[in-house]
């Protein structure tokens, strides 16, 4: 299994997902810290892969989601962006709306 496919499987298996420096508890860097705070301050349950344990999965999330930095938020399987977008949308209320919506189901 390639790193984009081992990515493809954490984000579809898991509602929320932030690809980050550091671990939700101990973040290693500001733009991270910040991308924790907003999601605990909406009180989401979510999945932090430490990017720096592995450089396969630091340069392979840059190329799987065609976004240069990190952190990367994913939310029911889809790209949602880094801290400055998690912010504004923070902000606006967009994020909470987002994250309460309800998953789609495969089901016609």
């Known amino acids: 299994m390639d790193i984009h496919e081992q990515i493809e499987q954490v984000v579809r298996e898991n509602e929320l997902v932030l690809f980050m420096k550091g671990t939700p508890d101990f973040p290693q860097c500001g733009f991270s810290g910040r991308a924790v705070q907003i999601l605990q ?5 979510f999945v932090g892969v430490n990017v720096l344990e592995s450089d396969a999965v630091r ?14 938020l994913y939310v029911k399987g889809e790209f949602v962006g880094g801290s400055d977008i998690m912010m504004e949308m923070f902000e606006s209320g967009e994020l909470e709306e ?11």
């Open 41 to 45: 301050t909406l009180g989401s349950k």
């Open 98 to 108: 987002l994250l309460n919506e309800p998953a789609e189901t495969d089901a016609a």
């Open 59 to 72: 340069e392979g999330i840059k190329s799987y989601s065609n976004w240069p930095t990190i952190p990367q």
